[in-house]
């Protein structure tokens, strides 16, 4: 048992955010490996390689999702996850200005404005609930 109190009350919240967050990094992986047409649409075209970039991300988003609600893996899965999150952002910057219709997604500002909004969200939560940051609750 941790001597920090606050480690111990933050826990709880952790393991449900880990745990949602691994839901969808898997649902995503899935897609990316259900439907890699539609997600080519709103790769940039600079990316190389782009159907194996789509095909990689994916199992990488399947693999990340799983380490993070495993204990020895959880720092690299929040790290990796992160750093895909920065990665992954000019893609979802294409899909909204280019106004890619995909499945299940909503072609409006309505679900494109708050998603580019909330991508550093994204990748503070894979921080946070892998337990590599405390921020903002740490202790002053």
Not at 45 to 54: D, K, R
Not at 57 to 67: D, K, S, V
Not at 120 to 133: R, T
């Amino acid at each position: 048992m941790s001597s920090d109190p606050l480690a111990d009350r933050s826990a709880p919240a952790r393991a449900v955010m880990r745990w949602i967050l691994a839901a969808f990094y898997a649902v995503a992986g899935i897609a990316h490996l259900w439907a890699p047409e539609q997600l080519l649409a709103i790769t940039p075209s600079w990316v190389p390689f782009a159907p194996q970039v789509i095909l990689v991300t994916g199992l990488c988003e399947i693999a990340g999702a799983i380490a993070l609600v495993t204990r020895p893996l959880r720092w690299w899965a929040g790290m990796a996850l992160a750093a895909y999150a920065v990665c992954v952002w000019p893609a979802n910057f294409k899909h909204a200005i280019d106004g890619v219709d995909l499945p299940f997604v909503a072609n409006s500002w309505l679900y494109h404005g708050p998603r580019l909004a909330l991508q550093p969200v994204i990748v503070w939560w894979a921080l946070y609930c892998a337990e590599i940051i405390d921020w903002p609750w740490r202790r002053r």
